[in-house]
């Protein structure tokens, strides 16, 4: 689902991000990406959602190669991505339901479907009741469930999770995996970039170690690919 | 429908600096406009002058009124002429008593000579057309002498041409001035909320999507702003002319066209600087 080959990325002003970096997320896993800061995590996301084009080798994602995407088919290709921050990426002047309903809005959801779907998203992270909040009067945690909602509208195939939960204190934090965990248990694959050892230590799931810009350690596929799957 | 209500809600979202907007865009407009307004009284008053050009050919005594009145209709049908009117010495003498009402009795009649008096239409009263014409017309040989003001007719045109490169210069430089002010001020706009629009991408929006509210934005300042920049024009005019001296308001359609044009900037500048900012996010 997501192909990683011999992808190197070079930055104009920073130099090089990634060297030879080839590897494979299968349907439905759930992967940490993990290193130091400005190991090329970031840009190995970035990648993915296709906000950067590597410099040399492929990636591809759902069908869709960097060798010849459009800029309309990278649009089409996010609604089927969803995208988490560390700083959350609200929009401070909407409440929580309206910060949802945005992205159903932006994809072009029937108007009539949106009140239902943006509650629906919301008990599903926990915060029925705080749909009328403005991101302001909502804790770190509770925001970043508000940015996991909005990532969810449309029923991605994989979560991209930058960090998110570098801003959270340890409570929060559990609260955020636990979640992301729920998500990947109904199907969705999850590729987290963190920090927190403590994450990678509690749980089971593949870890994928960079440093400058190249896959340091790998371990391993938790799930066997599927001929289907090497799109 | 959603660009109209996305462009609506940024209005009722950010109040302040869409007004801020608009009256910067209305300020822009009204120095052009006031500057418009100041070229079209010249031209005005310089083509009001200039309609006073005028050939006078001198008739010799004793000429047939049937040679004259073959000539005036030859005259008549030079394309640069408007009009040719006979003067005779009756009428000169009337003329010249009713003009210097304290010389009446030095005036006798047969005094003056009759004469032929050629106007011209706009567009060929330029020294080189006139003095072309007055050739012509000294041609027949029943006219004595053909007087048209040579000096006058080329100091008015050597005003005329001064004024209409000064009216361009200065014209295209406010208006630069103003579209780059407008544009500053929409892409302002469109700063303060690249938040916004860099979530849009990240969920997957178009970019037609992203931009069409903000055309739709920019369109309705322009025109607001255009607007406005009118009624503040007019209402200058109005006060000159109650003031000061009197003037004439842009034609209706000079009118429409100035507010057109303030809201093509508005949708053009927002267009340019939303393409710019997509291309970077």
Same mark, same amino acid.
């Given at each position: 689902?997501?192909?990683?080959?011999?992808?190197?990325?070079?930055?104009? %002003?920073?130099?090089?991000?990634?060297?030879?970096?080839?590897?494979? !997320?299968?349907?439905?896993?759930?992967?940490?990406?993990?290193?130091?800061?400005?190991?090329?995590?970031?840009?190995?996301l970035?990648?993915?959602?296709?906000?950067?084009?590597?410099?040399?080798?492929?990636?591809?994602?759902?069908?869709?190669?960097?060798?010849?995407?459009?800029?309309?088919?990278?649009?089409?290709?996010?609604?089927?991505?969803?995208?988490?921050?560390?700083?959350?990426?609200?929009?401070?002047?909407r409440?929580?339901?309206?910060?949802?309903?945005?992205?159903?809005?932006?994809?072009?959801?029937?108007?009539?479907?949106?009140?239902?779907?943006?509650?629906?998203?919301?008990?599903?992270?926990?915060?029925?009741?705080?749909?009328?909040?403005?991101?302001?009067?909502?804790?770190?945690?509770?925001?970043?469930?508000?940015?996991?909602?909005?990532?969810?509208?449309?029923e991605?195939?994989?979560?991209?999770?930058?960090?998110?939960?570098?801003?959270?204190?340890?409570?929060?934090?559990?609260? #955020?995996f636990?979640?992301?965990?729920?998500?990947?248990?109904?199907?969705?694959?999850?590729?987290?970039?963190?920090?927190?050892?403590?994450?990678? %230590?509690?749980?089971?799931?593949r870890?994928?170690?960079?440093?400058?810009?190249? #896959?340091?350690?790998?371990?391993?596929?938790?799930?066997?690919?599927?001929?289907?799957?090497?799109? | 429908?959603?660009?109209?209500r996305?462009?609506?809600?940024?209005?009722?979202?950010?109040?302040l600096?869409?007004?801020?907007?608009?009256?910067?865009?209305?300020?822009?407009l009204?120095?052009?406009?006031?500057?418009?307004?100041?070229?079209?009284?010249?031209?005005?008053?310089?083509?009001?002058?200039?309609?006073? !050009?005028?050939?006078?050919?001198?008739?010799?005594?004793?000429?047939?009124?049937?040679a004259?009145?073959?000539?005036?209709?030859d005259?008549?049908?030079?394309?640069? !002429?408007?009009?040719?009117?006979?003067?005779?010495?009756?009428?000169?003498?009337? %003329?010249?008593?009713?003009?210097?009402g304290?010389?009446?009795?030095?005036?006798?009649?047969?005094?003056?000579?009759?004469?032929?008096?050629?106007?011209?239409?706009?567009?060929?009263?330029?020294?080189?057309?006139?003095?072309?014409?007055?050739?012509?017309?000294?041609?027949?040989?029943?006219?004595?002498?053909?007087?048209?003001?040579?000096?006058?007719?080329?100091?008015?045109?050597?005003?005329?041409?001064?004024?209409? #490169?000064?009216?361009?210069?200065?014209?295209?430089?406010?208006?630069?001035?103003?579209?780059?002010?407008?544009?500053?001020?929409?892409?302002?706009?469109?700063?303060?909320?690249?938040?916004?629009?860099?979530?849009?991408?990240?969920?997957?929006?178009?970019?037609?999507?992203?931009?069409?509210?903000?055309?739709?934005?920019?369109?309705?300042?322009?025109?607001?702003?255009?607007?406005?920049?009118?009624?503040?024009?007019?209402?200058?005019?109005?006060?000159?002319?109650?003031?000061?001296?009197?003037?004439?308001?842009?034609?209706?359609?000079?009118?429409?066209?100035?507010?057109?044009?303030?809201?093509?900037?508005?949708?053009?500048?927002?267009?340019?600087?939303?393409?710019?900012?997509?291309? %970077?996010?």
């Amino acid at each position: 689902m997501i192909r990683f080959t011999d992808v190197t990325k070079e930055y104009p %002003r920073t130099g090089v991000a990634l060297t030879d970096v080839s590897f494979h !997320v299968a349907k439905g896993e759930f992967v940490f990406l993990t290193g130091p800061s400005g190991s090329g995590k970031s840009t190995i996301l970035k990648l993915i959602y296709m906000e950067e084009l590597p410099t040399a080798g492929e990636v591809r994602v759902s069908g869709l190669s960097t060798v010849d995407v459009k800029r309309s088919e990278i649009a089409k290709l996010r609604r089927k991505l969803g995208i988490v921050f560390q700083d959350f990426r609200l929009l401070e002047d909407r409440s929580a339901e309206a910060n949802i309903a945005f992205a159903l809005e932006v994809t072009g959801a029937p108007r009539s479907q949106i009140p239902s779907r943006v509650s629906r998203l919301l008990t599903q992270v926990g915060l029925a009741s705080k749909g009328g909040a403005f991101p302001r009067e909502l804790s770190g945690g509770e925001q970043q469930r508000v940015a996991i909602a909005r990532a969810l509208v449309n029923e991605p195939y994989v979560l991209i999770a930058d960090e998110p939960t570098g801003n959270l204190d340890d409570r929060a934090t559990r609260g #955020i995996f636990q979640l992301l965990r729920e998500i990947n248990a109904s199907g969705t694959a999850v590729v987290m970039a963190t920090h927190n050892l403590d994450l990678i %230590r509690r749980s089971d799931y593949r870890t994928i170690e960079i440093n400058r810009g190249q #896959i340091v350690y790998d371990s391993g596929e938790t799930k066997p690919v599927q001929p289907e799957e090497l799109v | 429908m959603r660009s109209m209500r996305e462009a609506l809600l940024a209005f009722r979202r950010a109040p302040l600096l869409s007004v801020l907007g608009i009256i910067t865009i209305a300020f822009s407009l009204f120095a052009v406009g006031l500057f418009g307004l100041v070229a079209v009284n010249i031209k005005e008053t310089i083509a009001s002058v200039e309609e006073r !050009v005028e050939i006078r050919a001198f008739v010799s005594e004793g000429t047939a009124s049937e040679a004259i009145a073959a000539a005036i209709g030859d005259v008549g049908a030079f394309p640069e !002429v408007a009009r040719v009117d006979y003067v005779s010495q009756e009428d000169a003498l009337k %003329r010249a008593r009713q003009e210097l009402g304290e010389f009446r009795d030095v005036f006798d009649a047969g005094f003056l000579p009759a004469s032929i008096e050629v106007r011209l239409k706009p567009g060929y009263r330029d020294p080189e057309q006139v003095r072309s014409v007055a050739a012509r017309i000294a041609t027949y040989q029943f006219i004595d002498d053909v007087r048209y003001g040579q000096e006058w007719v080329e100091k008015l045109a050597r005003i005329r041409n001064i004024a209409g #490169i000064a009216g361009i210069a200065l014209g295209l430089a406010f208006a630069t001035v103003a579209v780059m002010i407008i544009g500053t001020t929409i892409r302002m706009a469109v700063l303060a909320r690249s938040r916004e629009i860099a979530i849009m991408r990240l969920v997957g929006a178009t970019d037609g999507f992203i931009r069409r509210p903000f055309l739709i934005e920019g369109f309705v300042k322009g025109i607001l702003g255009g607007g406005a920049a009118l009624l503040l024009t007019w209402v200058a005019s109005l006060l000159i002319n109650r003031y000061i001296v009197k003037t004439s308001f842009f034609p209706m359609e000079l009118a429409i066209v100035g507010v057109l044009g303030g809201a093509i900037i508005g949708l053009l500048g927002s267009g340019v600087s939303v393409g710019r900012h997509l291309r %970077r996010v």
